[in-house]
């Protein structure tokens, strides 16, 4: 058995700067000092998207100055509080298509790990926040699902491509969702891995089963009324582990952060 490790928002700052008071770098420290220890023989960490908060040249250098020593390979992904051209200038050599889109596709014994890049822009328009799958991205998708052979495919994106009842970010979700999903629907042994949220759920929709993972940082608010899309909450980070089994694959989340982690007992 073999697992990915997953790490969705960062929202990393420029240095010094945070976010409801908390420094994201400080965050992402932690919570990946923790994932590494715990999961040395991972075969990759999948960052999934929203990188930096502002998409600024500095936060992106200040997260490659993290992340460099990592002892697997780093996938970045990117989302709606990224800018490609900014990503690009500093992590020149990551994994692109020709038409530019941060995304990536290999193969980890029974599973294709495939990433798409949803950032809808440049230009960045008063909407973007929302997400975007073009065609040229669809086409990428459909090429790596066809060719998969008998491999599970794990897909991960980071906009939802469907509601989950949390309003304010229902309204700023995939914006060609429908079409996305349709698409994963075709194949049964397919599993799609979100973010955007900051939250950790899970559930089918349109025949698709999906899991959503929580931030290392800073954590949304499960209001189901406001449409005020920046509520945040300070909660323990998080990370995920994909585990890729021979018949599908499990998706754990890992809080970091709690004091008294290190306590075991036995309940009667």
């Known amino acids: ?98 038409s530019g889109h941060v995304q990536h596709v290999f193969d980890v014994g029974t599973h294709r790990i495939i990433t798409l890049d949803s950032l809808d822009g440049p230009p960045y328009g008063a909407d973007h926040h929302s997400g975007q799958i073009c065609p040229t991205r669809m086409g990428f998708l459909k090429e790596a699902l066809a060719t998969k052979g008998e491999k599970h495919a794990l897909v991960f994106v980071h906009h939802p491509a469907f509601d989950t009842g949390i309003v304010s970010m229902d309204a700023i979700k995939l914006a060609d969702g429908a079409d996305f999903l349709a698409v994963l629907a075709q194949y049964d042994d397919v599993h799609l891995v979100c973010g955007h949220i900051h939250r950790t759920m899970s559930g089918s929709t349109s025949g698709v089963p999906w899991s959503m993972l929580k931030s290392p940082c800073h954590q949304g608010v499960i209001d189901l009324q406001s449409r005020n899309s920046s509520l945040s909450t300070n909660e323990p980070g998080a990370y995920g582990i994909a585990l890729l089994m021979e018949n599908g694959v499990v998706v754990h989340s890992e809080d970091v952060g709690i004091s008294d982690r290190q306590v075991f007992g036995q309940y009667s």
């Not at 990759?44 to 697997?72: K, Q």
């Open 1 to 98: 058995m073999q697992k990915i490790l997953i790490m969705s928002d960062l929202h990393i700052c420029r240095p010094g700067e945070t976010i409801i008071g908390l420094d994201p770098l400080a965050r992402l420290r932690t919570v990946l000092d923790a994932a590494i220890a715990a999961n040395p023989d991972a075969a990759a960490l999948v960052l999934l998207g929203d990188l930096t908060h502002h998409g600024e040249l500095e936060a992106y250098a200040a997260l490659r100055a993290v992340i460099e020593d990592v002892p697997m390979p780093v996938i970045p992904m990117l989302g709606n509080h990224d800018r490609r051209d900014a990503f690009l200038t500093i992590f020149p050599d990551a994994p692109r298509t020709k």
